[in-house]
Structure formats: C-alpha cells, structure tokens
T-cell receptor, first 116, second 113 residues
Framework: AQSVTQLDSHVSVSEGTPVLLRCNYS??????LFWYVQHPNKGLQLLLK??????LVKGINGFEAEFKKSETSFHLTKPSAHMSDAAEYFC??????????????FGAGTQVVVTP | SQTIHQWPATLVQPVGSPLSLECTVE??????LYWYRQAAGRGLQLLFYSVGIGQISSEVPQNLSASRPQDRQFILSSKKLLLSDSGFYLC????????????FGDGTRLSIL
C-alpha cells in the first residue's frame, strides 16, 4: 500500500525567504508522486509530478521537488516566497498496484503563511 | 487543452432536500472521473470514481450517489441531504491508469441548513 506523510501541518515564512515543505512516502512500488496547491475556496492545482524520470522535478511558479529514494522523501522547495504562495499544499502518491485505476493517496496538507 | 467545469460554485440547501452537482470535462476522451469531499479542516475523501459511461464505484457508503450519463459528464446526487453532507465537493479527471495526476475543478461549497 502507498501512503504519504507531510511532516509539517503549518509553515510560516517571510516574503523573499526560501520555502521548504517536507513529505515522506511509503510505497511497495516505484511511486509516482505529485505536489498540489489549493488556494482558499479553489480546487487543487498540480504544481509538479515525479514519474521515475529526473529526480529533480521543476514545476510551476518557481517550485521544485527532489525525489530521494534512499530517504523516501519528496520535499518541495522554492527559493523565494511570494505573498501569492500562501495556500495549502498537498503531497500525493499514486497507487501503482497492478489493478489500480489511478487512485491517489493524499497527505494531510501543509498550510503555508507568508508574512510581509 | 483540457478544461473541467463544476457548478454551482456555492449552494445552500435545507436538510432533507435533494442535491444535484454537475461536472463536465472538455478536450479529452474517455477520462476517469472522480468526486471528492473536503470537510473543514480535513483532507480529501474520495467518494466515487468512474472509468467509463455507466460505470460507478463507491468508496464510502453514504446517502450520496453518482452517475455518468455521458463520457465527459459526472453528476453527484442525493435524494435527502443530511447536515453531515456539508463540505467542499471537488470533481477531478485523469487519463491513463496508475501513475497519472488528476486535474481538479474549482469545487462547490455546499452548506446544509
């Protein structure tokens, strides 16, 4: 079975400073991993995806994530936070079992606050 | 490009009233379709998924139902709403099997009075 653990429920950063959101995963198969962002009263927007190609994945809005198999981690980073980055972020793993139809396992989410 | 539409954006309904939320996808064929609920302060709960017309699988027993009358149309319904049905309902689509991301609509905020 697959699962994800987001290690921080809340992260507060100052505008212009780096952002680090931590995610560990558990998977019996080579996983596909995603990060999504959700702004208030909006749907989830895909930031980036890892599907067994390059371990450093670049996404939209300056975000990137690094897949580390030895650490079973997929942390999300951004060099410089912007006020518009204030939102909730979800780390997600795709169920890769042979009879899967594409079910996703969501982390509990990390709420990011950006202060001026 | 593919787009997904959900409506209405917000809905206030009395307890015991019926419900119909609609979701349509454009720009792709034979998508997998999903309904999720997101309760306040909680994560996403998968309610239903569909891999084709008329094929619905339920993940969680409840008084909700789903239907897929057309390839790119997914409907969430209830005959009698409960207070516990309040929440943020999200529709999503994907193509292909395991390992593919899902793409979400903007959601419907449902409040039950």
């Amino acid at each position: 079975a697959q699962s994800v653990t987001q290690l921080d429920s809340h992260v507060s950063v100052s505008e212009g400073t780096p952002v680090l959101l931590r995610c560990n995963y558990s998977s019996s198969y080579s996983p596909s991993l995603f990060w999504y962002v959700q702004h208030p009263n909006k749907g989830l927007q895909l930031l980036l995806k890892y599907t067994s190609a390059a371990t450093l994945v670049k996404g939209i809005n300056g975000f990137e994530a690094e897949f580390k198999k030895s650490e079973t981690s997929f942390h999300l980073t951004k060099p410089s936070a912007h006020m518009s980055d204030a939102a909730e972020y979800f780390c997600v793993v795709s169920d890769m079992t042979t009879d899967s139809w594409g079910k996703l396992q969501f982390g509990a989410g990390t709420q990011v606050v950006v202060t001026p | 490009s593919q787009t997904i539409h959900q409506w209405p954006a917000t809905l206030v309904q009395p307890v015991g009233s019926p419900l119909s939320l609609e979701c349509t996808v454009e720009g792709t064929s034979n998508p997998n379709l999903y309904w999720y609920r997101q309760a306040a302060g909680r994560g996403l709960q998968l309610l239903f998924y569909s891999v084709g017309i008329g094929q619905i699988s339920s993940e969680v027993p409840q008084n909700l139902s789903a239907s897929r009358p057309q390839d790119r149309q997914f409907i969430l319904s209830s005959k009698k709403l409960l207070l516990s049905d309040s929440g943020f309902y999200l529709c999503a689509w994907s193509v292909g099997g395991a390992g593919q991301p899902q793409h979400f609509g903007d959601g419907t905020r449902l409040s039950i009075l």
